[in-house]
């Protein structure tokens, strides 16, 4: 009996191990620190160029789909300037005035901070594209030729 009482006694005694509190401090310094290093390493130009361009993909996404879907089919695609593009349909090789561009609030979309070579890209009524790469703000989006595949 003695000796256990020694034991337990010397193992009170012994603090080798970390308190709860201190285990959470240690947690919570962690976590400032992540959240600072992630704020810091990422800046809004990188971020609203992403936007800019899934946005320009997906308006010709959809010109391409209207292309698919026109009765007779006519030729819809996404005239783009240096700062701004519109959504433009084809009569015979001239491109017809804008049409407003889908969540606008109007037929042309600008991106002024970002530049872009200037060109047409329109889709036939399989959905293949006439130019197959759009350089936008230091990105090339690339149409997959044949199949209008837009990644």
């Known amino acids: ?3 256990r009482n020694q034991i337990i006694s010397e193992r009170l ?6 308190t709860l509190i201190e285990v959470i401090a240690v947690l919570i310094i962690a976590a400032i620190i992540a959240a600072v290093v992630v704020v ?14 899934d946005t320009l993909k997906s308006h010709l996404r959809y010109a391409q789909y209207l292309a698919m879907n026109d009765i007779p089919p ?19 090789g001239t491109p017809s005035t804008p049409f407003h561009l889908p969540n606008e609030s109007s037929a042309t979309h600008d991106f002024s901070p970002i530049a872009a070579a ?20 230091g990105q090339t989006i690339t149409i997959t030729a044949n199949t209008g595949f837009i990644p």
């Open 118 to 137: 200037v060109v047409t890209v329109l889709f036939d009524e399989w959905g293949s594209p006439n130019n197959t790469s759009i350089t936008f703000g």
């Open 1 to 3: 009996m003695m000796k």
């Open 13 to 18: 005694r012994q603090n080798n191990g970390f």
């Open 74 to 92: 006519t030729r819809w695609g996404i005239s783009v300037g240096s700062s701004s593009y519109t959504l433009v349909k084809d009569f015979g």
């Open 40 to 53: 810091g390493g990422t800046s809004t130009a990188d971020v609203n160029l992403q936007a800019e361009v």
